[in-house]
């Protein structure tokens, strides 16, 4: 029990430094660092407690993660290319499990046809979860996207019935082709109606706590969680598709009438944010699920000397390789009947064509599908395992390195002219309130955030090589701020609670950085090295608790004045010597920018600012501010000056940090501590 828990500690840890990697090196493709993960957590003995059920992982997992991906999808674009979604989800399902079939069969003749078959039918569907984490590097046409939608949504079914039949040959030696096609269409039909019960039941029992008076936000919301599972669960007792049930379930689900009511709209707002967390986590498992099966299913085979590694690569090599070609091969026949058809030029259709061919990554549903093999067949079972996992895993990294050479890498364009001129407009606004002011340190406070807004914007505009300039300038900046307190430090000339305040300062810098930007390599040795430096300090004073009194508190502004002036000193000089390497723009905004706050030192409200930054205490001059930045959205709106997607996307980010604001447990222990040594003291 003991190791179970630790391991699943491990696994949160992973998961969270997978995506801190990612968002580090961004060039790194999550899904692959999870995979990668994934392996050596089974080096080190994950694939030990990792005996999942085939059956638990499609309910508990891939069914919720369709379940959401349909909610989400397009129900009107995908049915605007429903021909060619169900060629892909019917005759190429079932042309690539013959055709793998066939090809594993010529290569390894001591495998049973049926159980060749068997593996096509595993191998047979694109992967939702798989298309998903590849769409999210590439930027695919609305149309190419559609179709992946609808395929990787639909096409489990006919993959998992079409391996039932497969796993019925090779058990019973029996095969009729009407009965396989009756068995398909009652799969089909049961699941989807399954799912549409469920949702007209859920939507019954909404009506009835709404009639009663009874209605829960988080009744709700477990509500919400249960459908998929129910729907898998009800469908799979049945016989018929539980993943049809959880897709159905999901489309109707979002395309029911949408209220306008306070009610609907908490539901709303926690339901996004609970299921895109779900989301982002069993997505991680999947892939993570991914790696740990490859280490387990194909490790042990590649040593095991009663297979030949190398007959088994070839044919992984072989399968992979027919898998596309196969896709590549209907498709073509598709789009140049189309062609044909609609008298246009075939050539046209190349580029969709090979989008569609590699975006046909196949996931862990194959190798979820496989595992349904009996051990009755325990002596092809593990090679079955090997070539599901081994093409599985092949096929990803395949779509993933072939698909730059005709898939636009998304890229975002910036435009934040308006938005900069907006947030200044609301800057201007506060310091005219200013003026009159009761409680100016509250208006202080809230330009200040307005201005780190504004600058972050400013360097979203930038281009690549100005915001990479930025960086390094500011890097520099961090070092001689370290280095400048460390020397301080070590020289008497400050003390541990100075050197702790000024601490805070320089990680406020830090966060200015842009990390995807900067050098990853440099940004984390500068952080290694003050953080080495930090706790070094620490544990060579022992004033560390020591209490501070009114004359200390008074040297502390004192000592950080002077050390704030030497500093300012070193790196004007510094940007001063690097007129002719860095824009001389740039380099203005910097010095100009650091010598207005050496003026907020100098008029000695610097620790009193940073204090109430951590513990802000400017309700009314922040609805003051997000009152005026709603105002001057609506402005510019109107004035065509900002597209309605900008204005939408200005405005959910006021809401956002107007909840935040209003949120009543935004105190901090540090906060309530300092608090009551200072009515301790005036008592």
Not at 441 to 454: K, L
Request: charged share 15%; glycine share 4%.
């Amino acid at each position: 029990m003991l190791h179970t828990i630790l391991y699943v500690i491990v696994f949160l840890l992973t998961l969270v430094f997978s995506n801190v990697l990612n968002k580090v090196f961004p060039k790194l493709a999550l899904p692959l660092i999870q995979v990668v993960f994934g392996l050596i957590l089974g080096f080190f003995g994950a694939d030990d407690i990792l005996h999942v059920a085939p059956e638990f992982f499609l309910g508990f997992i891939i069914a919720p993660l369709l379940f959401r991906e349909s909610e989400e999808a397009d129900v009107k674009h995908i049915l605007k290319h429903s021909k060619l979604i169900l060629v892909l989800i019917f005759p190429l399902v079932f042309i690539t499990t013959l055709g793998l079939g066939l090809i594993s069969n010529w290569i390894y003749a001591g495998l049973p046809l049926a159980a060749c078959f068997a593996l096509g039918a595993s191998l047979a569907p694109t992967d939702a979860v798989a298309v998903g984490a590849l769409s999210k590097n590439f930027s695919f046409p609305k149309r190419v996207m559609s179709v992946l939608q609808g395929e990787g949504l639909l096409n489990d079914a006919s993959g998992i019935i079409a391996f039932q039949i497969a796993l019925v040959a090779l058990v019973t030696g029996y095969f009729s082709l009407p009965d396989a096609t009756m068995k398909l269409a009652i799969s089909a039909l049961g699941g989807a109606i399954i799912g549409f019960i469920l949702i007209y039941l859920k939507n019954l029992v909404l009506r009835l706590l709404e009639d009663v008076d009874a209605r829960d936000v988080s009744g709700y919301l477990l509500l919400e969680l249960a459908i998929p599972l129910s729907a898998f669960l009800l469908a799979e007792e049945v016989h018929v598709s539980g993943i049809i049930a959880a897709v159905v379930a999901g489309v109707m689900s979002a395309n029911g009438l949408k209220r306008t009511t306070l009610f609907d709209a908490q539901v709303e707002k926690v339901k996004n944010t609970i299921w895109d967390t779900l989301t982002f986590i069993l997505n991680s498992i999947v892939f993570f699920f991914l790696g740990i099966e490859l280490y387990q299913l194909v490790v042990p085979l590649l040593v095991n000397p009663v297979y030949s590694s190398t007959h088994l690569l070839l044919l992984t090599v072989a399968l992979t390789v027919g898998l596309f070609a196969l896709r590549w091969a209907v498709l073509t026949l598709y789009f140049w009947i189309r062609a044909l058809r609609k008298k246009q030029v075939f050539a046209a259709y190349w580029n969709d064509i090979l989008l569609l061919t590699f975006a046909g990554s196949k996931g862990t549903v194959s190798i979820a599908t496989i595992l349904l093999i009996p051990r009755s067949v325990a002596a092809i079972q593990p090679v079955l395992v090997f070539l599901a996992a081994a093409v599985t895993g092949l096929s990803f990294l395949v779509g993933m390195f072939v698909l730059p050479f005709f898939a636009v890498k998304k890229v975002v364009k910036v435009d934040n002219i308006a938005k900069i001129s907006i947030l200044t407009e609301v800057v201007e606004e506060l310091h005219k309130d200013m003026q009159a002011a009761k409680n100016p340190q509250g208006y202080n406070i809230a330009i200040d955030a307005y201005q780190e807004r504004i600058q972050l914007l400013i360097i979203e505009q930038e281009s690549t090589d100005m915001a990479i300039d930025y960086n390094d300038l500011q890097l520099l900046i961090i070092r001689i701020e370290s280095e400048g307190l460390e020397a301080a430090l070590r020289e008497g000339k400050i003390s541990m609670y100075t050197y702790r305040t000024y601490q805070r300062y320089i990680r406020s810098l830090e966060s200015s950085i842009v990390h995807s930007l900067v050098s990853s390599l440099q940004f984390v040795y500068v952080l290694l090295v003050r953080a080495f430096n930090l706790l070094l300090s620490r544990l060579l004073h022992v004033d560390f608790f020591a209490r501070r009194s009114k004359d200390a508190q008074a040297n502390t502004t004192e000592e950080i004045t002077e050390l704030y002036f030497n500093n300012t000193e070193l790196i004007l000089q510094a940007l001063g010597n690097l007129a002719e390497v860095y824009d001389e723009q740039l380099l203005n905004f910097l010095q100009a920018e650091r010598l207005r706050t050496s003026e907020i030192v100098a008029e000695g409200v610097h620790l009193s600012r940073m204090m109430n930054k951590a513990q802000p205490n400017n309700l009314t001059e922040m609805m003051r501010a997000y009152y005026l930045e709603r105002k001057i959205i609506f402005e510019y709106e109107l004035a065509g000056h900002l597209t309605a997607r900008e204005a939408r996307e200005m405005r959910v980010n006021v809401n956002v940090l107007e909840d935040y604001t209003l949120a009543s447990n935004h105190h901090t222990l540090l906060f309530e501590f300092l608090e009551r040594r200072k009515n301790k003291k005036m008592n």
